[in-house]
């Protein structure tokens, strides 16, 4: 009888750690479901591209900066007078007369720094897209990264500017990136 009782016990007690480990294999988080084990991976972020996209408040003017991991940074000045809708982040672009292009570099240090962020404020899992900031008037900010690893893109109307966690650590990847840009090598 001794024995029954151990037996039975043992198959209870297995029994309950199945069914309470069983919701352990997804995660939520951030508002999305991930599956366990493909989270990307903190640590150094190998980050080839960062493209950084603003949509200037109620203006027609639109910003593109495209940084490289060599250093050297694409800007484009875009005037959006028209109607037409441009994926900018996929490299779309209006007609030449429409923007004006720079190209320049930043110092290997601002370089670092913001990956350094992108890297420290997990990046590579912030939302995809942030829910409208109830700001008059805000711009609209999009960060795309590209890693050796993958491509991840977030932001939305006023992303930032909230004081949610999600939203600080996109604006404090927003901020590096501007600094970044202010550090051009002469």
Not at 124 to 140: I, P
Request: charged share 30%; net charge negative.
């Amino acid at each position: 009888m001794e024995r029954l009782k151990k037996t039975f016990t043992a198959v209870l007690v297995a029994a309950l750690c199945i069914f309470a480990f069983a919701g352990c294999s997804k995660k939520q988080e951030n508002g999305r479901k991930q599956e366990s084990g493909i989270k990307q991976e903190r640590g150094p972020l190998d980050v080839k591209k960062v493209t950084y996209l603003i949509y200037i408040g109620d203006q027609p003017i639109v910003e593109l900066y495209i940084l490289t991991d060599d250093h050297k940074v694409t800007e484009y000045y875009i005037r959006t007078d028209d109607n037409k809708q441009y994926d900018y982040l996929a490299g779309e672009l209006p007609p030449a007369d429409k923007y004006e292009v720079k190209e320049y570099e930043i110092e290997g240090s601002g370089w670092e720094s913001m990956v350094n962020v992108l890297t420290r404020v997990d990046f590579m899992n912030l939302l995809d897209e942030f829910k409208a900031y109830g700001a008059y008037d805000a711009s609209t900010y999009y960060i795309k990264v590209e890693t050796a690893d993958g491509v991840h893109t977030s932001g939305g109307y006023g992303a930032g500017m909230a004081q949610d966690p999600e939203s600080r650590r996109f604006s404090e990847a927003r901020q590096y990136i501007e600094k970044a840009l202010q550090q051009t090598v002469n």
